[in-house]
């Protein structure tokens, strides 16, 4: 399947359909269900400098045409997931990112400083759009933090940066830009949508944490609209997320600018599905007699 082949920064995966952070564990967790080596690249839950217990319970609500998140980025910190996860996940045979937060820019800075070392790494995603913790304000609200942290990160790796952005700004674009001026190779988009749902019985919120993220088939007409934006003005690759649950839904966002993209709610509904929309985009294309995915980014008639 060398048509399907894809470079995101230093990169080069198999194919562009990436397991989103959050959705996907750290891999182990569905090596019974799927083949872990088909997928393009797999993202890693989002990790932490020190461990986090998350959000009370509940953290997850069934919405209309998708789901609210409240998970809070529950995770055992950085020195367990080095010391635990990084030996299952170098064996898998597909490409690693790694989903990092901090609370300010020394935690980003530390954190891309220590991940740097560590071997079958093949790049960072920095999730600076994280909707449901409780903090002042998000990075990704911020061109000019986004900036900084981006900056600070690239000052101590090599390996390759993906910013990823919240939709949940006025200009999408600007934000984008700040990201790619302070050397991030690639971004990713959209982060989930902050949403709240009110249980009528109870008059109380579905959630502990009042608000969450919302993802899911409801999200992804805007979602493809933001990277259509933002890919008419960067130049460096956009990788589409938001709603994706089939290879169609890939190619939409592909058509609208999008270099690969990333499986994340529909990978509870179906924990094989990352394989069947690579199938899916491979038919596709040998239908349409494309020589090759890149032919098709960006490819929208107007």
């Given at each position: 399947?060398?048509?399907?082949?894809?470079?995101?920064?230093?990169?080069?995966?198999?194919?562009?359909?990436?397991?989103a952070?959050?959705?996907?564990?750290?891999?182990?967790?569905f090596?019974e269900?799927?083949?872990?080596?088909?997928?393009?690249?797999?993202?890693?839950?989002?990790?932490?400098?020190?461990?986090?217990?998350?959000?009370?319970m509940?953290?997850?609500?069934?919405?209309?045409a998708?789901?609210l998140?409240?998970?809070g980025?529950?995770?055992?910190g950085i020195?367990?997931f080095?010391?635990?996860?990084?030996p299952?996940?170098?064996?898998i045979?597909?490409p690693?990112i790694?989903?990092?937060?901090?609370n300010?820019?020394?935690e980003?800075?530390?954190?891309?400083?220590?991940?740097?070392?560590?071997?079958?790494?093949s790049?960072?995603e920095?999730?600076?759009?994280?909707?449901?913790?409780?903090?002042?304000?998000?990075?990704?609200?911020?061109?000019?933090?986004?900036?900084e942290?981006?900056k600070a990160?690239?000052?101590?790796?090599?390996?390759?940066?993906i910013?990823?952005?919240?939709p949940?700004?006025?200009?999408?674009?600007?934000?984008?830009?700040?990201?790619e001026?302070?050397g991030?190779?690639?971004v990713?988009?959209?982060?989930t949508f902050?949403?709240?749902?009110i249980d009528?019985?109870?008059?109380?919120?579905k959630?502990?944490?009042?608000?969450?993220?919302?993802?899911g088939?409801?999200?992804?007409p805007i979602?493809?609209?933001?990277?259509?934006?933002?890919?008419?003005?960067?130049n460096?690759?956009?990788?589409g997320?938001?709603g994706i649950?089939?290879?169609?839904d890939?190619i939409?966002?592909?058509?609208?600018?999008?270099a690969?993209?990333?499986?994340?709610?529909?990978?509870?509904?179906?924990?094989?599905?990352?394989?069947?929309?690579?199938?899916?985009?491979?038919?596709?294309?040998?239908?349409?007699?494309?020589?090759?995915?890149?032919d098709?980014?960006?490819?929208?008639?107007i």
């Amino acid at each position: 399947m060398t048509r399907l082949k894809v470079k995101i920064g230093k990169i080069k995966l198999k194919n562009p359909v990436m397991a989103a952070s959050g959705t996907f564990g750290y891999a182990k967790e569905f090596e019974e269900l799927v083949h872990l080596g088909e997928i393009g690249a797999i993202i890693t839950k989002t990790i932490t400098l020190n461990p986090r217990q998350g959000n009370f319970m509940p953290r997850i609500c069934e919405t209309s045409a998708g789901m609210l998140n409240a998970i809070g980025l529950q995770n055992e910190g950085i020195d367990d997931f080095i010391k635990e996860k990084m030996p299952y996940l170098s064996k898998i045979g597909s490409p690693i990112i790694v989903s990092m937060s901090g609370n300010n820019i020394d935690e980003f800075f530390i954190l891309a400083r220590r991940l740097d070392k560590v071997k079958n790494i093949s790049g960072i995603e920095l999730n600076i759009s994280c909707p449901n913790i409780k903090s002042k304000g998000l990075v990704a609200q911020d061109a000019k933090e986004t900036y900084e942290v981006v900056k600070a990160v690239r000052k101590v790796t090599n390996k390759t940066i993906i910013t990823k952005l919240s939709p949940n700004v006025t200009d999408i674009v600007e934000i984008a830009e700040s990201a790619e001026s302070a050397g991030s190779d690639a971004v990713s988009l959209v982060n989930t949508f902050l949403g709240m749902a009110i249980d009528i019985d109870t008059r109380k919120s579905k959630l502990s944490n009042i608000t969450g993220g919302l993802s899911g088939p409801c999200i992804k007409p805007i979602a493809v609209r933001m990277v259509y934006e933002v890919s008419k003005n960067i130049n460096i690759p956009v990788i589409g997320i938001g709603g994706i649950m089939n290879s169609d839904d890939a190619i939409e966002f592909m058509l609208a600018g999008a270099a690969a993209i990333q499986v994340g709610t529909a990978n509870f509904i179906e924990p094989g599905i990352c394989g069947k929309i690579v199938k899916g985009i491979e038919a596709y294309l040998k239908k349409h007699k494309i020589e090759k995915i890149e032919d098709i980014v960006g490819n929208l008639k107007i």
